[in-house]
């Protein structure tokens, strides 16, 4: 699969833009319609499974009321986790990036997140593969904790590390030059690492550690042979003899010390 960033073509793309951000928008709604309102039952029953029921729903009261939407805190939490991702690609969109993009990108990587979010959340609802099995209680668990500090971790790595490379790239003094310093000299793609926690980290959440490790090795078999390779290249390509240079003084592609 191609990159679907035409990476170093900057001009603004608002149709394209517009488009994902009501996409990604939408997703936090679908997810909500899914955990709260039995949107994705069918599905479950369809392929023989059965649906948890739904535990007491949250009930805060003062300025934590504010998050009271009528779902346990588990699912409450699961549906935060869709809308968290959602603001941090919007903001990735339209506060970080400068490249185009226009309506194919806009909508494909709408879809995938989308079918993600979704398959976790129906994860969570079947009896067979929730990470609290058959049990009627939804509080905090172990893998709601692993996953809620999986992705946290992941989120805050992922934008941190591309927050400090926009300044870096915002200095008029850095033209064509590639960033190399920060979270960027853990690891020359760190911020893929954090998206690989958070997004292991919804699906643990959801799934258990067995749905988390799949999404793991899932997202590393695609940087290892796709993402990694295409964007290496480009590098090499854009700051030629820069560029080996920091491969040598950072040798770790997206995990530091590791690989």
Known sequence: MPDLINRGVKRPTPLGSSLFFILRSLDSLLQYKVLANGLGDPIIRHLGGS????????????????????????????????????????????????????????????????????????????SATSSLGNGDTETLSTPLLIGTGLYVTGILLELVSEIQRRNFKRDKRNAGKPYTEGLFGWARHINYFGYTLWRAGISWACGGWKAGLVAGTYLAVDFVYRAVPVLDKYCTSRYGETWLQYKSRVPYKVIPGIW
Request: charged share 10%; with cysteine.
């Open 51 to 126: 649906v948890r029921a739904p535990a007491p729903p949250l009930v805060l009261n003062g300025f934590g009321s504010i998050i009271n939407v009528g779902l346990s805190l588990h699912r409450t939490i699961l549906v935060g986790m869709a809308a968290g991702c959602a603001a941090k690609q919007i903001y990735w969109l339209l506060g970080i990036s400068e490249e185009e993009f226009p309506v194919f990108p806009a909508v494909a990587v709408s879809a995938y997140n989308t079918l993600f979010n979704s398959i976790n959340s129906l994860l969570f609802l079947s």
